[in-house]
């Protein structure tokens, strides 16, 4: 793990903590480098200098921001459109910069559903999908071409939210549901070693605990239940070139 070079993409500031703490605080506890690639808010907001402080404890350097709006917000980012509203090419570009100047093994980002539906996580899903193809192409934006090994998608079976919901809410769910099929997870990481700094980086997004959000959800919960929500994460893998290190992801 030492070798490796591991860059997170996500749409904003908390989902480091949710959808990738414990893999980017247990790559950087093995020496890897990490860093995180986050499209909305801006430098200067409340919300980033959380986001700071989030990757401070999950060793993960300084905050890479796209400086876009959030879907729901455009305090995140005055002045910037909404990351759904900017041209493609240019949101691409920007993360091709990220992506060649760090030279990532492993890019990771959510699955095809964004993990659970939101507009920006589906977006920034197809985003960095496009943006780990074209970083390798040296006809394509500025820049030494990059190509990263293997792309990783952070994910959750059906079969835990299907249990988890009805340990949680007493119900079976219904409708349509996060996650994927059991067999189409390629890699489940243990981190309850680092739940304790997973946790701190998400109790670092304090305005999101204030607002209502999941980490809201999260903070009320027993820790026992919480601790089965954080301590495991599951990925769909994807290699993007030859020879892609199989001990990673």
Do not use: N, Q, S
């Given at each position: 793990m030492a070798d490796l070079s591991l860059l997170c993409?996500?749409?904003?500031?908390?989902?480091e903590a949710i959808w990738t703490g414990g893999a980017l605080a247990r790559y950087a506890d093995a020496g890897?480098?990490?860093a995180v690639v986050t499209c909305t808010w801006a430098e200067g907001t409340r919300r980033a200098e959380e986001l700071e402080r989030s990757l401070a404890i999950l060793g993960a350097g300084a905050p890479r921001l796209l400086g876009y709006a959030e879907a729901n917000g455009t305090e995140s980012a005055p002045g910037a459109p909404r990351l759904?509203?900017?041209?493609?090419?240019?949101?691409?570009?920007?993360l091709v910069g990220h992506i060649r100047e760090f030279r990532p093994d492993v890019v990771?980002?959510?699955?095809?559903?964004?993990?659970?539906?939101h507009p920006d996580h589906l977006h920034v899903h197809r985003?960095?999908?496009?943006?780990?193809?074209?970083?390798?192409y040296d006809q394509l934006y500025d820049g030494d071409p990059w190509r990263p090994r293997a792309l990783a998608m952070a994910t959750v079976p059906r079969s835990f939210v299907t249990e988890?919901?009805?340990?949680?809410?007493?119900?079976?769910?219904?409708?349509?549901l996060p996650g994927v099929p059991d067999d189409q997870i390629d890699t489940t990481l243990d981190?309850?070693?680092?739940?304790?700094?997973?946790?701190?980086?998400?109790?670092?997004?304090?305005s999101e605990i204030e607002r209502g959000s999941t980490m809201t959800m999260l903070a009320a919960l027993p820790q026992a239940q919480r601790d089965?929500?954080?301590?495991?994460?599951?990925y769909i893998r994807r290699d993007t070139a030859p020879a892609g290190p199989r001990d990673a992801f």
């Open positions: 993409v996500h749409a904003h500031p908390d989902d890897a480098r990490t759904l509203d900017a041209p493609f090419d240019e949101a691409v570009g920007r990771v980002t959510y699955d095809a559903y964004g993990g659970y539906g985003l960095t999908l496009a943006a780990v193809e074209a970083a390798g988890i919901w009805e340990e949680l809410f007493g119900v079976a769910p219904t409708g349509t981190v309850k070693p680092w739940a304790d700094r997973k946790w701190a980086a998400l109790l670092a997004h304090e089965r929500m954080l301590t495991t994460e599951w």
